[in-house]
């Protein structure tokens, strides 16, 4: 590794925990009730919203309710969505004159965005107004967010309290997710990258003559707002099709670094969110360490893969060309790979470079990290709850082994939640490799391969894990503007999505029921090293187990054929 690119991998990392640690701290203050310093400005806008919305502030919910009202803000943020892209043409803010999309891109993209996937089968600034844009990409982006945010503070609430029927309240949990923590940081994210030079606009686009005397049609808009909570509430949408690859989107090394960091912010943050709520700073670090841990570890055969570059290109004797191939020359190699690994981590999805053209070995990681449930950090809210499902399963197979009862946080883990969290893990898996199975198989599917052989399948793969991961980065060589990958990868969104926050939901119901035992001579400690080897060693071992056979016929496969000299 270069000293440069190491430089700026730590940099990166520290400048994430200074950041994360208050963020967290201020987080769990929001949830627990506590005094913040944003009280006397939000307080009264939230008790407005309250009074408006006729919603009991005081008035907890149990997991059922709670999940209903999830379900329900959902199902009517998909519709509304649909009906706004639908009617786009009739309404204002629509300067180049844009008309409704596809029936079934329609679909695709209202449960992407409601499902914080926010995976794109049209092009941005082609297709949607500006109005869309703001009301209904931009809004999504926050309200998926925070439904996140609720659904893990849920569970902490459930796994702290005893003897309890309630979990919270789903929609003051919402509210104060997206007045408290994503508004506040994304008019300070939209100003920074305002400042170095992303664009915030309602103009008609521009037309210029460039000096080769052609005509070019500029594309504006209302950006940095979009990208600000882009980043930070993990949702990866871009105004443009070539995401925070384009100048307007993602301009200056700063910019990049920026974007990179909104990324993993509230994520970071949250492990420590936990630690605090629990009255437990340890159970929050073992947390993110383990991430961190993994993290690294595909950050670093990514990175090194892409150093390495492909010999197939190197033999063509054009300098670079080997490691530059599918990237930006003003971000280079450490950060788009960092970049990558940073999004594939996250439920986020924004690209600074093309993931199809990476080497086979270098897009092994983000699959991975996609198929592994998003876990390393994982999107707002949702990876906390991800790993907190493999924390599950690692104090259960640690208590088979040493001849216990299984107890996390001084709680039994039973049959019930273990039923739940087996569920969890095994619905987006199911997700992927069943569609991915079928795609592969019939003319719908494999009609869409521009690339044949091992790399073909990995496009495949990649789309299914990006959307039943709610990622919403892809391969883009597959051609998914087709009716089959819309309706399909909507409904891979949406089991991904619901198919593991009802099991967690049903979980945090379960334990705040139980009491609390005393930690004994017996118990096994969750804070320290050994279980943090243990988390990560049962995390990485499930992925292996489930996936494999894919990885094994698509990334691996085509790596060693082009080590051989084979090219398709």
């Known amino acids: 590794m270069k000293g440069a690119d190491l430089s700026q991998i730590l940099f990166y990392i520290v400048v994430l925990i200074i950041l994360a640690i208050p963020l967290g701290r201020y987080m769990a203050k929001v949830f627990e009730g506590d005094k913040t310093f944003m009280d006397k400005a939000i307080g009264p806008l939230e008790r407005l919203i309250y009074h408006i919305c006729?919603?009991?502030?005081?008035?907890?919910?149990?997991?059922?309710?709670?999940?209903?009202?999830?379900?329900?803000?959902?199902?009517?943020?998909?519709?509304?969505?649909?009906?706004?892209?639908?009617?786009?043409?009739?309404?204002?803010?629509?300067?180049?004159?844009?008309?409704?999309?596809h029936l079934t891109t329609a679909i695709n993209t209202a449960v992407s965005f409601v499902t914080n996937t926010n995976w794109q089968s049209y092009a941005g600034e082609s297709s949607l107004s500006y109005l869309t844009q703001m009301a209904g990409m931009t809004v999504q982006n926050f309200v998926s967010a925070a439904t996140g945010i609720a659904v893990v503070v849920a569970l902490i609430r459930g796994l702290s309290r005893r003897q309890a029927n309630s979990i919270g309240n789903f929609?003051?949990?919402?509210?104060?997710?997206?007045?408290?923590?994503?508004?506040?940081?994304?008019?300070?994210?939209?100003?920074?990258?305002a400042s170095q030079g992303v664009i915030q606009n309602l103009s008609p686009y521009l037309t210029v003559h460039t000096l080769q005397g052609a005509n070019q049609t500029l594309a504006m808009g209302p950006v940095a707002s979009q990208e600000a909570i882009k980043e930070l509430g993990t949702n990866g949408g871009g105004f443009f099709n070539a995401n925070s690859a384009h100048p307007f989107e993602n301009p200056t090394p700063f910019s990049n670094f920026l974007e990179m960091l909104f990324i993993l912010l509230i994520p970071a943050g949250l492990t420590f969110s936990y630690g605090k709520m629990l009255k437990d700073v340890k159970q929050g670090r073992v947390l993110f360490v383990t991430m961190l841990v993994l993290f690294l570890l595909m950050l670093g055969t990514t990175y090194g893969s892409e150093l390495a570059g492909n010999p197939q290109i190197s033999k063509l004797g054009i300098i670079g060309s080997s490691v530059m191939e599918g990237k930006e020359v003003r971000f280079g190699v450490v950060n788009s790979a960092l970049f990558a690994t940073v999004t594939t981590a996250t439920s986020c999805g924004a690209v600074n470079a093309m993931h199809d053209s990476l080497t086979p070995l270098g897009g092994l990681p983000p699959l991975l990290q996609m198929m592994l449930g998003e876990v390393v950090f994982g999107g707002v809210g949702t990876g906390l709850y991800s790993i907190l499902i493999f924390v599950i399963l690692t104090v259960f197979i640690v208590g088979l082994m040493v001849g216990r009862t299984p107890e996390y946080l001084g709680k039994k883990i039973e049959g019930f939640e273990m039923k739940m969290a087996i569920l969890a893990v095994l619905i987006p898996s199911a997700s992927i490799l069943l569609g991915s199975a079928l795609a592969s198989v019939i003319p719908a599917g494999t009609s869409s391969i521009a690339n044949p052989g091992p790399h073909g399948l990995s496009e495949i793969i990649y789309a299914f894990a990006s959307s039943s991961a709610n990622n919403g980065s892809a391969f883009a060589g597959l051609n998914v503007s087709t009716?089959?990958?819309?309706?399909?990868?909507?409904?891979?969104?949406?089991?991904?999505?619901?198919?593991?926050?009802?099991?967690?939901?049903a979980i945090a119901g379960s334990m705040a029921h139980k009491k609390i035992a005393t930690a004994g001579a017996g118990t096994f400690a969750t804070t320290g090293g050994l279980f943090s080897g243990l988390l990560a060693g049962v995390i990485l071992i499930v992925g292996a187990l489930t996936f494999f056979p894919a990885l094994a016929l698509g990334p691996i496969v085509e790596q060693l054929l082009m080590w051989s000299g084979k090219a398709f």
């Open 171 to 193: 929609w003051v949990d919402l509210t104060r997710s997206v007045l408290w923590i994503l508004l506040p940081l994304s008019v300070v994210g939209a100003v920074l990258l």
């Open 483 to 505: 009716p089959f990958y819309n309706l399909a990868l909507a409904l891979a969104m949406l089991v991904g999505r619901f198919g593991v926050i009802l099991p967690v939901l």
């Open 54 to 101: 006729g919603i009991d502030a005081a008035q907890e919910m149990n997991w059922r309710e709670y999940a209903l009202s999830l379900l329900t803000f959902n199902l009517f943020g998909i519709i509304l969505l649909f009906l706004l892209q639908l009617l786009q043409g009739h309404l204002p803010f629509d300067p180049q004159g844009f008309g409704a999309p």
